[in-house]
């Protein structure tokens, strides 16, 4: 895929810059041009889809200041467990350690600076819509569905709910600025076959073996896992150290996945691209977008810092003019 048609996703918004999944870092992202921004969702107690990483809600609020007594047995405090307006009085922050209290990424926005909420899916769908009339763009949106076995387990079908969403703002088929997408394939299957759904859907790759703990991820690594995505999924969201495992005598060490999702027709959307969690071999985050858009031809990336990304692919096209 030329530099022109790749793709820069703003991961959580502009999340390098201000606390992630905000209205504020959804602006942001926007005027910095990134194609598509990210929204990761779950559900609240009456059943309103949030823009919020996780299924709890100690990691990125004051919640255990607000609410010390809503708390689960294993001390963590759950979205679900709360209804919108409840949600709406909590102060969002940067990331942190919920045993720790210290911030994850120490010199991004402040904690506790400034003021932000929690937002639900139609708030971040009208202002991308807004600033797309206002700017006269066209960013797309990039959804993931969170932990759908959980939330049916807790007696909620977030897959079927958040289509609804999507369908009254117009994200339903190819031809719309979406990818929808998420981690448990037994819900992309039944998110395709079941829901009907007939948007681009990804598939996403994390590293993580058939025992671990967490709730929706599965690995998919060879050809034969992919070619069953490439029957549902237009394309694949790895981590990035799926792709590229080491550097070993000034070499990088570089699986088959890219080349296998491409030979089945699979776009290729790797995530985290960092600037302030570089892995070592890489310099910059510009030398990241160098390995990956240029030198493996990935067809897009999930960066914290939408600028750099875009303007890295601008630099890449200008150079070949």
Known sequence: MAESQK???????????????????????????AHYLEQDLVLSKDGVPLVLHDIYLDTVTDVARRFPGRKRRDGRFYAIDFTLAELKQLRVTERFDHQTGEPVFKERFPKGHASFEIPTLEEELQLIQGLNQTRRKNAGVYPEIKAPAWHRAQGRDISRIVLDVLARYGYTTKTDKIYLQCFDFAEVKRIRAELGYQGKLIQLLGEYGPTSAAIDRVVFKTRRDLEKVSKVADGIGPSIRLIVTDKRRGKLQITNLVKNAHDLGLEVHPYTFRADSLPEYAASLEEMFRIFLVQLSVDGVFTDHPDRGVAFLRNQNEAKR
Request: proline share 4%.
């Open 7 to 33: 793709i820069i996703i703003a991961h959580r918004g502009a999340s390098g810059y201000l606390p992630e999944h905000t209205l504020e870092a959804v602006a942001v992202a926007h005027s910095m041009d």
